[in-house]
């Protein structure tokens, strides 16, 4: 089996530094962490009955940040040369053809 590659003009592509614009969505890559702050009261610590917290907030973080595996935009993927096979079918192969045209 042998597969030559088709003759085409040689291009040359020089990777470009991608620039995010303010009108980029940075989900449609990866999603942020949610932060979620809550408001504590007064209270007495529950491992240390000596110890008493003020009034203060709280941050928890609610989801960590992970991957958008599943974007919105159509993704264009970048194929290689294409290629031509130079496999001739086989006598069986065409006479199976045949019968099943008719």
Avoid at 5 to 24: L, N
Avoid at 49 to 74: D, G, I
């Amino acid at each position: 089996m042998r597969i030559e590659p088709q003759p085409g003009p040689a291009q040359h592509v020089a990777p470009s530094p991608r620039h995010d614009s303010a009108g980029d969505d940075i989900e449609s890559v990866r999603y942020s962490e949610n932060i979620k702050a809550y408001n504590i009261g007064r209270y007495v610590d529950p491992n240390n009955a000596l110890v008493m917290h003020e009034r203060h907030v709280l941050y928890r973080v609610e989801t960590t940040a992970k991957w958008n595996l599943h974007p919105n935009a159509p993704a264009t993927v970048a194929l290689g040369p294409q290629c031509r096979s130079s496999i001739r079918p086989t006598k069986t192969a065409r006479l199976r053809r045949k019968s099943s045209r008719k």
